[in-house]
């Protein structure tokens, strides 16, 4: 009885129930995902999806996110959509998005008054150059985590590598990066598949 109130492990395969996610959740989710994120608001997001919440598995959150790159408006925006229309359709994605949004308006509003007032201060000035620091810290940790959920799909880390030389070195055009290597990899993902099938089904690969 004990095993079957255990919560699922993290990472475990997406095919599992999912979790009865209320309207409710949803905000008070993604408020403190808006309200945690100074400097880079996505790690936050994956903490409060994938191992906190674990509304998304690790690989869910890999493919959602690279979804929302795709889309107009920023990824976190996006990222709350999705999650919301996936659990309360339209009315879900509607509340992710206003959790997501209310509280930081709120405190940027504030911090915008007093950045006028007291911005010219030193202290306030390094202050701003450390969290911009830590932000980038954050961004490299997410990196490094989501990598650790294609371990056991090593025939897309080339991608991976392909995209980061593209445009941190050779600083090529975003979308044209992505457009190439998102259809690259899919053709690769296809073949996988049918591949797959095809031990699986007699004349499956016909």
Not at 139 to 150: F, K, T
């Amino acid at each position: 009885m004990a095993d079957e109130n255990r919560p699922p492990a993290p990472g475990a395969a997406s095919d599992a129930v999912p979790p009865e996610v209320t309207l409710g959740a949803l905000f008070s989710g993604f408020s403190r995902v808006g309200l945690s994120g100074f400097g880079g608001v996505l790690p936050f997001a994956r903490r409060m999806l994938v191992e906190r919440q674990r509304w998304l598995s690790p690989q869910e959150f890999n493919s959602v996110l690279g979804l929302c790159q795709f889309l107009p408006g920023p990824n976190v925006v996006n990222l709350a959509v999705c999650v919301g229309s996936r659990y309360q359709g339209a009315l879900g994605a509607v509340v992710s998005v206003l959790g997501m949004l209310i509280g930081p308006f709120a405190v940027v509003l504030l911090l915008g008054l007093l950045y006028s007032l007291y911005g010219e201060l030193h202290l306030v000035q390094a202050m701003l150059r450390g969290i911009s620091a830590v932000g980038v810290g954050l961004i490299l940790a997410l990196g490094v985590r989501m990598l650790g959920a294609l371990k056991e799909k090593r025939v897309y880390l080339p991608f991976t590598v392909l995209a980061f030389v593209a445009i941190a070195v050779l600083r090529l055009p975003l979308v044209v990066v992505m457009v190439v290597l998102a259809t690259a990899s899919s053709v690769v993902a296809y073949r996988r598949v049918r591949r797959a099938m095809a031990t699986l089904v007699p004349g499956g690969d016909k």
